[in-house]
C-alpha cells in the first residue's frame, strides 16, 4: 500500500507522511489512514497528525479503495496495483 501511495504521487513528501493501519475495520478490509508527520524534518506539531485521505485493503484479493480525491465526503475509488 504504501508503495502504490508513493508511485502514485499521492502525498506531498513521502518521508512527513505515516501510516496508521487498523485491522478488520471492515468485514473483510484492512483500513490504513494515511497522515502527516510531524516533527524533526517535518514541520509542523508532533501531537498532531492531520489525516490526508484513507485506504482499505481487501484482506483476500489485496485490491484498494481509497477516498484520495474526496477525503472529506469519503467518496471512495479504485487504486491501481502497485508496480515491481
Given at each position: ?24 475495520a ?12 510531524h ?19 481487501d ?26
Amino acid at each position: 500500500m504504501k508503495k502504490t501511495v508513493e508511485q502514485e504521487k499521492l502525498t506531498i513528501d513521502p518521508k512527513c507522511t505515516d501510516y496508521l493501519f487498523t485491522a478488520n475495520a471492515e468485514a473483510g478490509l484492512d483500513l490504513v489512514d494515511v497522515v502527516e508527520k510531524h516533527g524533526g524534518e517535518c514541520g509542523g506539531s508532533p501531537e498532531i497528525q492531520h489525516r490526508l485521505f484513507s485506504v482499505y485493503v481487501d484482506q483476500v484479493t489485496h485490491q484498494m479503495l481509497s477516498d484520495k480525491d474526496d477525503p472529506a465526503n469519503g467518496t471512495l475509488s479504485l487504486l491501481p496495483a502497485s508496480k515491481p
